[in-house]
């Protein structure tokens, strides 16, 4: 098993900036990739961005493209996002996620941070 705790949500000014955090803990080694989703109200969950554990690729959503950056601290087990330029749009609840090296899916889930951009 995976758990992962995510921070860093919170309340910001239109163009403002955030670092959200996800933690992972338990069998990290069975890792294969990491991926930020978020959902806002009356919508669908959305891949925000991904990072192979390895660190050696990324990807990234063209609504996030050249705002955010995921990256990934292996000796803390740590997946970061910074947002830069954020707009009412990105308000949202973010996940971070894991997927296993044999899974074709994101099997694991943290509980979800608000990131809320006011104008």
């Known amino acids: 098993q995976v758990q992962l705790v995510e921070s860093g949500g919170g309340l910001v000014q239109a163009g403002g900036s955030l670092r959200l955090s996800c933690a992972a803990s338990g069998r990290t080694n069975t890792i294969y990739r990491m991926g930020w989703f978020r959902q806002a109200p009356g919508k669908e969950r959305e891949s925000v961005a991904r990072i192979s554990w390895s660190a050696s690729t990324t990807y990234y959503s063209d609504s996030v493209k050249g705002r955010f950056t995921i990256s990934i601290d292996n000796a803390r087990n740590t997946v970061y996002m910074q947002m830069n330029s954020l707009n009412r749009e990105d308000t949202a609840v973010y996940y971070c996620?894991?997927?296993?090296?044999?899974?074709?899916?994101?099997?694991?889930w943290g509980q979800g941070t608000q990131v809320t951009v006011s104008s």
């Open positions: 996620a894991a997927q296993r090296c044999d899974r074709n899916e994101y099997d694991y």
